[in-house]
C-alpha cells in the first residue's frame, strides 16, 4: 500500500454543528496564504455528496505546500468482527459537519485565520509534531510522515 506526507487540520464546533454564515478560512503554510470562502446555509444538505467545498485561491508556486479543504460530516462507525474477518459501516451523524484542510508534505507549523460574517472568529498558529506511519507494517516499505490536529472554532 502507498501512501504520502501530510497533516490534517481539522477545524470544529464545540456541539459538532456549523453555524451559519459566511465563512473565510485563511490558512498561512510556508509564507503562502490559503484563502478559502464558504457559506453555510440556514440547512446543510443531509447528504454530505451535496454540500460541496470551499472555493479556494491557492498559489500556484510549485515550492508551495499543495492544499486543499474540504466540508465534511462527523460519522457514525460500526465495527464487526468475526473469527477471520474484521468490517466496519459508516453513517453519517445529522447535522454535525467540521472543515478539514489536508496539507500535503511535512509543514512545520500553519497559522489560521476564521471568519464568519466578517467577524473573526479565532486566529490560531500550530506546529506540527510528525509520527512515522507504517501503511504495510514496520518490515515493509513505505514510511510516511503523518500529522493531525483539532482546533476548536468558538460559538
Same mark, same amino acid.
Given at each position: 500500500m502507498a501512501c504520502s506526507d501530510g497533516a490534517v487540520l481539522t477545524l470544529r464546533r464545540p456541539d459538532g454543528t456549523l453555524a451559519t454564515g459566511a465563512y473565510t478560512l485563511r490558512f498561512t503554510v510556508a509564507g503562502q496564504v490559503? !484563502? /478559502?470562502d464558504f457559506t453555510v446555509p440556514d440547512d446543510l444538505p443531509t447528504n454530505p455528496g451535496q454540500v460541496g467545498n470551499p472555493a479556494c485561491d491557492t498559489p500556484s508556486i510549485p515550492a508551495v505546500t499543495p492544499f486543499s479543504l474540504s466540508v465534511?460530516?462527523?460519522? !457514525? /462507525?460500526?465495527?464487526?468482527?468475526t473469527q477471520d474477518a474484521i468490517s466496519q459501516s459508516c453513517t453519517p451523524v445529522p447535522d454535525h459537519w467540521y472543515f478539514s484542510a489536508v496539507?500535503?508534505?511535512?509543514p512545520s507549523d500553519v497559522s489560521v485565520v476564521v471568519e464568519r460574517d466578517g467577524v473573526e472568529l479565532m486566529t490560531d498558529q500550530h506546529t506540527f509534531a510528525y509520527r512515522n506511519d507504517y501503511p504495510n507494517g514496520p518490515e515493509c516499505g513505505p514510511v510516511c510522515r503523518r500529522s493531525g490536529a483539532e482546533l476548536i472554532l468558538p460559538d
Open positions: 490559503h !484563502a /478559502c465534511l460530516p462527523e460519522m !457514525a /462507525c460500526t465495527e464487526t468482527r496539507l500535503q508534505g511535512t
